[in-house]
């Protein structure tokens, strides 16, 4: 019973196609998050959702988009990956706005080649 | 422009002694610092935080310290135990950011027997 589980955790793919990586959370949270690891590890955020609405969207291109089907879901589609892609995308998730105490899934890997 | 810096990628520290982590920041406006604890393959996990009204906070074998004017703080970990062996990443918010958390790029914690 994973508290905040994504899917896959690893994934590889090669450059110009799309994919989604799904992130689900069983906390009864309200807020959610993707971060973006990238290779020198420091973790920026990419988008925040509180109860299905986007609150933070920090210029990420428009290829990635986030769906958030209902307040425990926070998917992630990526168009037309790019070798700049590849990091480690982690989604979390906090019980409101402005509660900090994150709870991060376990991460997901991506490698475009 | 990376508003919180951990300037050191690694520390080794004997078991039993204290382990000092440290932090610095930029943005005179966060009023809300965190340290997170984070295993290989997993994802952060809380650890402890300090709001910006504060210059101590304890949590039995974890203090953080918090220098406002010096736009530093500091985890302590006393005794260091081999469980203990992480990264570990600082980070922080202000109330209008919308529960963005900067993070910064870790230290490694490496505590020997």
């Known amino acids: 019973d994973t508290a905040v589980s994504q899917t896959p955790k690893y994934l590889v793919t090669q450059m110009g196609n799309d994919k989604s990586i799904k992130c689900e959370q069983n906390?009864?949270?309200?807020?959610m998050y993707w971060y973006k690891q990238d290779s020198k590890k420091f973790l920026k955020i990419m988008f925040s959702?509180?109860?299905?609405?986007?609150?933070i969207n920090e210029t990420v291109p428009n290829r990635f988009s986030p769906k958030s089907p209902d307040k425990a879901h926070l998917n992630l589609h990526i168009n037309s990956l790019e070798l700049g892609d590849s990091a480690v995308y982690f989604c979390?998730?906090?019980?409101?706005?402005?509660?900090?105490?994150?709870?991060f899934g376990s991460g997901t890997r991506l490698t475009v080649v | 422009d990376q508003q919180v810096k951990q300037n050191s990628p690694s520390l080794s520290v004997q078991e039993g002694r204290i382990s000092i982590l440290n932090c610095d920041y930029t943005n005179s406006m966060f009023d809300y610092f965190l340290w997170y604890k984070k295993y290989p393959a997993e994802g952060p996990t809380f650890l402890i935080s300090?709001?910006?009204?504060?210059d101590k906070n304890e949590d039995g074998r974890f203090t953080v310290f918090l220098n406002k004017s010096a736009k530093h703080l500091s985890l302590h970990i006393v005794p260091s135990q081999p469980g203990d062996s992480a990264v570990y990443f600082c980070?922080?918010?202000?109330?209008?950011?919308?529960?963005?958390?900067?993070f910064g790029q870790g230290t490694e914690l490496s505590v020997k027997p």
């Open positions: 979390a998730s906090s019980p409101r706005l402005e509660n900090y105490g994150y709870t």
């Open positions: 906390l009864g949270h309200d807020t």
């Open positions: 980070a922080a918010s202000d109330n209008n950011q919308g529960g963005k958390l900067i």
């Open positions: 300090i709001s910006s009204i504060k």
């Open positions: 959702y509180n109860n299905k609405e986007l609150i």
